[in-house]
T-cell receptor, first 110, second 113 residues
């Protein structure tokens, strides 16, 4: 699996967009970008994934650069409940395991 | 069930004892994963099952750790001769197919004293 790099922490004001970056410069053509988040004392929760096109669902949007070396997870209107650790991982669907880094701790402030 | 169920939610054991951690995946999910997570760190891969077989056990730290999934649904992670360094949250996840998108359980917090 390609290594991903994320900032250790970020703050965001409640109601504003939270933009969480992820660098995956060594990603290969068959690896998807997946995002999960983990709220204290719970297991990680799937948010969104994509290969090369931008994706949007009810939780977030995922913007992947054309060269696929980086991506940004966008929470359009952050709430206090979005405070969590966000993980970006590169997933090879031909392999079983996925490698998590230490993620970004997002703190949404009132 | 509606989600991935892990039991027990908390386990305290003495150093040297044997423990079993259970994972009940989402019905119909063929892939099952075990991860463990230490405080302040991301989940660390342990083992991956596709059906009944362990397709990748490269993350098991040593031979004290073993996992089974005999009927392709429930899985048990077994730890022999527990050590204090085994203390962590053990997470189980399942997915429809390999790496489709995990659904995690809430984990078992293992404390070895």
């Amino acid at each position: 699996d390609a290594k991903t790099t994320q900032p250790p922490s970020m703050d965001c004001a409640e109601g504003r967009a939270a933009n969480l970056p992820c660098n995956h410069s060594t990603i290969s053509g068959n690896e998807y970008v997946y995002w999960y988040r983990q709220i204290h004392s719970q297991g990680p929760q799937y948010i969104i994934h994509g290969l090369k096109n931008n994706e949007t669902n009810e939780m977030a949007s995922l913007i992947i650069t054309e060269d696929r070396k980086s991506s940004t997870l966008i929470l359009p209107h952050a709430t206090l409940r979005d405070t969590a650790v966000y993980y970006c991982i590169a997933v090879n669907t031909n392999a079983g395991k996925s490698t998590f880094g230490d993620g970004t701790t997002l703190t949404v402030k009132p | 069930g509606a989600g991935v169920s892990q039991t027990p939610s908390n386990k305290v054991t003495e150093k040297g004892k044997y423990v079993e951690l259970r994972c009940d995946p989402i019905s119909g999910h063929t892939a099952l994963y075990w991860y463990r997570q230490s405080l302040g760190q991301g989940p660390e891969f342990l083992i991956y099952f596709q059906g009944t077989g362990a397709a990748d056990d490269s993350g098991l730290p040593n031979d004290r750790f073993f996992a089974v999934r005999p009927e392709g649904s429930v899985s048990t992670l077994k730890i022999q001769r527990t050590e204090r360094g085994d203390s962590a949250v053990y997470l189980c996840a399942s997915s429809l197919t390999a790496n489709y998108g995990y659904t995690f359980g809430s984990g078992t917090r293992l404390t070895v004293v």
